[in-house]
């Protein structure tokens, strides 16, 4: 079977943005709606409290909207969580799981990170499950054994592998500046590649985009993006203003 795998690009807001950067939202849809947007899906992941109003702004021109996290469970006592059918609800389409920044500052284990997937499924959200090793970890020569065994450990076995993105995220690149040379994003994403064959079910490893994030700017995204397996990117700080925003687009006009 031949796998199409059209390039996604997704910007993840984190803790930032009030009502006012609703404005960005209009940008980029405008800025998307006058492009050739067969060629790539674009993906906005403001925080919770602006998805709605971004969806309404953003779906009509054809833009995703997505969460930075959701609950394990559908409902319930969970104070201050959101679940993925609230996700869904405010207009989401995708969910990004199992960020370094969720996997640091609360504690999430491979298996949450799995469960939280499978529950995003469950309420019809596509997650975007990220892994990546730390520099220690790079520098130690870690890096493949701790994402590989994050890959099996938080990518849900049995779906289809369209139901499901992965995000390789170097926690080391992540707002620093940083990136890694084409040819470690190459290795880095083909070793990813096997690792979701072998998670997903023989087959599979070829029809899942592979997102890579970390200091993802205009200025690298064209190089970044012609890389071997990298079939889209997950950008931080880049993605707050349009501008900049619809420039990383233009890596595959
Ligand atoms: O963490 C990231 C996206 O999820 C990457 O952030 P930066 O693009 O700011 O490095």
Not at 90 to 103: D, L, M
Request: proline share 6%; aromatic share 4%.
């Amino acid at each position: 079977m031949t796998f199409v795998r059209r390039p996604l690009l997704a910007g993840n807001w984190k803790m930032n943005g009030l009502r006012a950067a609703l404005t960005e939202v209009q940008r980029v849809a405008a800025g998307f709606a006058g492009a050739p947007r067969s060629r790539i899906d674009l993906l906005l992941c403001p925080p919770a409290t602006l998805l709605a109003a971004a969806s309404a702004i953003a779906a009509p021109a054809g833009v995703f909207l997505g969460g930075q996290d959701c609950h394990s469970e559908p409902s319930g006592a969970h104070t201050g969580d959101i679940s993925a059918a609230m996700l869904a609800d405010a207009g989401a389409n995708f969910v990004i799981i199992g960020h370094s920044e969720r996997r640091a500052d609360h504690g999430e284990s491979d298996a949450l990170v799995r469960a939280k997937a499978l529950a995003a499924l469950a309420a019809g959200l596509t997650p975007i499950v990220c892994v990546g090793e730390t520099r220690q970890e790079r520098e130690a020569g870690r890096a493949e054994d701790v994402v590989g065994s994050q890959i099996a450990g938080s990518v849900p076995p049995g779906f289809a592998p369209n139901r499901i993105v992965l995000a390789y995220e170097p926690v080391w690149a992540i707002g620093t500046g940083l990136t890694p040379t084409p040819q470690d994003v190459a290795r880095m994403h083909g070793f990813a590649r096997e690792r979701l064959e072998a998670a997903l079910g023989a087959g599979q490893g070829p029809g899942v985009r592979i997102l890579y994030g970390g200091s993802v700017k205009p200025s690298n995204a064209r190089e970044l993006m012609s890389v071997d397996d990298v079939d889209g990117a997950l950008v931080g700080g880049a993605s707050l203003r349009a501008d900049d925003f619809l420039a990383i687009a233009a890596a595959w006009a």
